[in-house]
């Protein structure tokens, strides 16, 4: 079984920046692709930004220029640095991954997701 647990949402004022961290933990063989979805108030979760376990990274056109991306493979974490924020940043923040281990004895790929943590901008 695997966890992943998000710290380091928060309340800030528009034009502030935060970062979030997702660390993952458990028996798995590696991680392959890591993302931050978001989800606001009655709205469908949405991918924030992706990055592979090679770092190749993509994001939301929303967020491009303002957020970035990356990961500590050692650490099986991944952050997403969130700069310039604005009130429609506010949602609550999940972590993804796409995970290689065994279950049931077979090796395969199976999808986890954190608790998800709140990120409130304050315009």
């Known amino acids: 079984q695997v966890q992943l647990v998000e710290s380091g949402g928060g309340l800030v004022q528009a034009g502030g920046s935060l970062r979030l961290s997702c660390v993952a933990s458990?028996?798995?063989?590696?991680?392959?692709?890591m993302k931050w979805y978001r989800q606001a108030p009655g709205k469908q979760r949405e991918l924030v930004a992706d990055i592979s376990s090679g770092g190749n990274t993509n994001y939301a056109e929303s967020v491009k220029g303002r957020f970035s991306i990356s990961r500590d493979n050692a650490k099986n974490t991944v952050y997403l640095q969130m700069n310039s924020l604005k009130a429609e940043d506010t949602a609550v923040y999940y972590c993804?991954?796409?995970?290689?281990?065994?279950?049931?004895?077979?090796?395969?790929?199976?999808?986890?997701w954190g608790q998800g943590t709140q990120v409130t901008v304050s315009s």
């Open positions: 458990g028996s798995f063989i590696s991680i392959n692709f």
């Open positions: 993804n991954a796409d995970v290689r281990g065994y279950r049931r004895g077979v090796i395969m790929n199976s999808d986890y």
